[in-house]
């Protein structure tokens, strides 16, 4: 019995998750597309209200990846998520996501590359969000000036980044 209330439980804590990031989701998507809209308008906006602008766009996508994360986790913990694993060029997945995620700053990032790196086996949206997860943190939480080192090595058959 208490078994099947647990279960009951973890069901409802996941219908709950579920509902409030596809409710959370739709007003996102909206202001997602309405600030996209405004900052490529055929009109000049003046530089504080695009700036201003500029801020909530990078809050609210950065909201809308939360609100995926969660809704990821969710699906993850009740088994539900569906990988799509192919072959993954490693090298590329760093470079895009260290312009994406370190872009803005002036930190000096240092590059260290083992020769060729194979493509490994991986779901490459997961991938790029491991990436872009751990490239934020080590922003965050590396000293100001400091660098964010990036090494890509390899080992018998074994990719290291």
Not at 12 to 34: I, M, Q, W
Not at 44 to 73: C, H, M, N, W, Y
């Amino acid at each position: 019995a208490k078994n099947q209330e647990l279960h009951q439980l973890d069901q409802l804590k996941s219908d709950f998750v579920a509902l409030v990031s596809h409710e959370l989701r739709a007003p996102l998507t909206n202001l997602n597309g309405a600030v996209e809209m405004t900052l490529h308008t055929q009109h000049e906006l003046p530089a504080p209200t695009r700036r201003l602008l500029e801020v909530i766009g990078a809050e609210s996508k950065r909201l809308t990846r939360f609100v995926q994360t969660i809704l990821d986790l969710s699906r993850l913990e009740a088994g539900r998520i569906k990988f799509n694993p192919g072959l993954v060029a490693v090298r590329q997945v760093l470079a895009r996501n260290v312009a994406a995620a370190l872009g803005h700053t002036d930190r000096p990032i240092e590059w260290w590359v083992d020769g060729q790196i194979p493509p490994v086996w991986a779901d490459e949206v997961y991938l790029e969000q491991v990436v872009r997860n751990l490239l934020v943190n080590a922003d965050k939480y590396t000293p100001a000036g400091s660098p964010i080192e990036i090494t890509i090595a390899t080992s018998a058959d074994v990719v290291h980044a």
